[in-house]
């Protein structure tokens, strides 16, 4: 990849970052988009420290820093540091996605500029379930583990019209402020209900899709998984096992539900689409998607 003075900076923090995928990632779409037409950008790391987040956001403005992902300790603690942020990053209560924008003054047509934050990682969990083109209006939808993915779990499952969407905690307070968080976006909090994992046996049965949103079965603990052999078989025929876990592919959690005879699906085209939907954000150009993914599965196959 060429470096040159006019290459513009993308970039992804978080803390650690070395373990993320999305340099692998949005470096494989930007050397693909520059066979194909101009593309003079790099996406590069930046380990930042919680501490040093707020310093962090006044360099990326000074050295004219085009866009960034956001990643663990960083995605909620971003939004005030932001000048606008989007409803469903409001929503959901964390930013993955930031860009330097430009938009309209409320009364005249003077234009303001600043860091404007979304979040794709709904996008990202909607677009395998999309694929399967079914109705979800009957969808009785549970959620396991009640962290950052959870909310955006939560955001998608609304969004696809699910009937009920239950949440799944192991601490009550966690459980009950998760719940109350939602109160800016009633259509959601009157379709939510969270309880507890010794609640979760008896909603299983009626449950048309199960999400893991916990690390639980996550490499290098390859043989956890969050439920067992027989509470996955109370799960009804045609139900959806969804894990978003993508190391390792699949997860015991998957192989246990392909046992029992579910619908299976992993985490990997979420982690490819929320960071194509990052890229169209930031270069107003479609993704290559396919080179995204192909990127990820070609480094996951050498691991
Ligand atoms: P997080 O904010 O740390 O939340 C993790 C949740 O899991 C918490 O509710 C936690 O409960 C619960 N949990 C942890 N260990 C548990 C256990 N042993 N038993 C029951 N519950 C447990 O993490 P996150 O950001 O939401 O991420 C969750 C998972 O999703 C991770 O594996 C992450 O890699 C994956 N993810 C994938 C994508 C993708 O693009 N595919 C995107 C985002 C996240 P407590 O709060 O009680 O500790």
């Known amino acids: 990849m060429t470096i040159k003075g006019t290459t513009q900076l993308l970039g ?64 909620q603690t971003i939004i005030p540091l932001l000048d606008e942020v989007s409803e469903v990053a409001k929503a959901i209560g964390a930013v993955n996605t930031v860009w330097y924008g430009t938009w309209n003054k409320g ?16 996008i990202g969990f909607l677009s395998p379930l999309q694929a399967l083109k079914q109705d979800w209006t009957n969808t009785r939808a549970i959620v396991l583990g009640n962290g950052g993915a959870s909310r955006a779990v939560v955001a998608a499952c609304h969004q696809l019209g699910c009937k009920r969407i239950s949440v799944v905690g192991r601490n009550l307070e966690k459980l009950a402020w998760f719940a109350e968080s939602w109160a800016n976006s009633p259509d959601i909090a009157a379709r939510l209900k969270v ?18 949103a916990t690390p639980v079965g996550m490499h290098p603990n390859t043989d956890a998984s969050v439920l067992s052999d027989d509470e996955l078989a109370l799960l009804p025929t045609g139900a959806i096992a969804y894990d978003l876990i993508y190391t390792p592919r699949p997860t015991k959690f998957l192989r246990q539900a392909a046992a029992a005879g579910l619908t299976t699906v992993d985490g990997l085209e979420m982690l490819v689409q929320q960071g194509a939907a990052a890229l169209e954000i930031w270069l107003d150009r479609p993704a290559p998607i396919d080179i995204m993914r192909r990127s990820l599965l070609d480094h996951l196959a050498q691991a």
């Open 12 to 75: 992804v923090i978080g803390y650690p970052i070395k373990h993320s995928f999305s340099p692998l990632m949005h470096n494989a779409a930007i050397a693909h988009l520059r066979e194909t037409g101009p593309a003079d950008y790099v996406y590069l790391p930046f380990p930042v420290h919680p501490e040093n987040l707020k310093d962090a956001i006044i360099g990326f403005k000074a050295i004219g820093l085009r866009g960034f992902n956001i990643t663990i300790p960083h995605k």
């Open 107 to 122: 009364d005249d047509s003077s234009q303001e500029s600043g860091w404007c934050g979304t979040n794709t990682d709904a």
């Open 195 to 212: 309880m507890t994992w010794e609640e979760l046996p008896d909603q299983l049965q009626r449950a048309g899709l199960v999400v893991n």
